[in-house]
């Protein structure tokens, strides 16, 4: 096996200018899609943003009727309503109450 001188070839101004502008060209439609991609992004999540603050607003509703349930539930007025008519409890005669000390 001999040995063959290698041959470089030069390219010449055109070719390189060729070269140049699939570069440039690549590099435009890189970036063009980098921006179309980001753009789809940022709209996708501030949907999701709109769709996790009118949930947010419907529970932070719901919570306020909750804790207002609750305060009337919790009430004195209305256990002793329930214990007295649903239960039919009264308030104990005094024979009936034992201290313990």
Known sequence: MSKRPRVQSKRSGAGKAVLLSLTAAALLLASSLFHVWSQLRVFKLGY??????????????????????????????????????????????????????
């Open 48 to 101: 999701q943003l709109s769709q996790a603050s009118a949930i947010h607003e419907g529970l932070s509703q719901e919570n306020a009727q909750l804790r207002l349930e609750v305060a009337t539930l919790k009430s004195p007025q209305r256990i002793e309503k329930v214990a007295r008519g649903t239960l039919g409890l009264n308030l104990p005669r005094p024979e009936q109450i034992i201290v313990i000390k």
